[in-house]
């Protein structure tokens, strides 16, 4: 039986940009998902493993370590914890900067 193999990965340059989005909630509760929507223009042009691409995230003026990732639909996606967008709620528009780190 032969072996299975890794995907392979390709290393690319550094790159990113900035955008303003709304927020938007994935589910209710407690335990609610906030998400912006990538637009296309800064879209990974190749991802890891389940879609996803790692980035530094600066929205409104706060920086992480985090992953954007890319659905079946096509659209690519950020999430914002908590601790991130404070009080900001579903609607919210916010300034989002990100930096794609070389697969």
Same mark, same amino acid.
């Not at 995907?7 to 509760?29: I, K, M, N």
């Given at each position: 039986?032969?072996?299975?193999?890794?995907?392979? *990965? /390709? #290393? !690319?340059?550094?790159?990113?940009?900035?955008? @303003?989005?709304?927020?938007?909630?994935? $589910?209710?509760?407690?335990?609610?998902?906030?998400?912006?929507?990538?637009?296309?223009?800064?879209?990974?042009?190749?991802?890891?493993?389940?879609?996803?691409?790692? *980035? /530094? #995230? !600066?929205?409104?003026?706060?920086?992480?370590? @985090?992953?954007?990732?890319?659905?079946? $639909?096509?659209?690519?996606?950020?999430?914002?914890?908590?601790?991130?967008?404070?009080?900001?709620?579903?609607?919210?528009?916010?300034?989002?900067?990100?930096?794609?780190?070389?697969?």
């Amino acid at each position: 039986m032969p072996a299975r193999s890794s995907p392979t *990965v /390709t #290393a !690319t340059p550094e790159y990113g940009g900035s955008f @303003t989005a709304a927020l938007f909630r994935w $589910s209710e509760g407690k335990g609610a998902w906030f998400f912006v929507r990538v637009p296309e223009r800064l879209a990974p042009s190749r991802t890891q493993g389940w879609g996803r691409a790692s *980035v /530094t #995230a !600066t929205v409104d003026g706060k920086t992480w370590a @985090t992953s954007v990732w890319r659905e079946k $639909s096509g659209r690519t996606l950020l999430a914002v914890p908590k601790h991130i967008r404070g009080t900001k709620d579903d609607g919210d528009r916010v300034r989002v900067t990100l930096r794609y780190a070389a697969l």
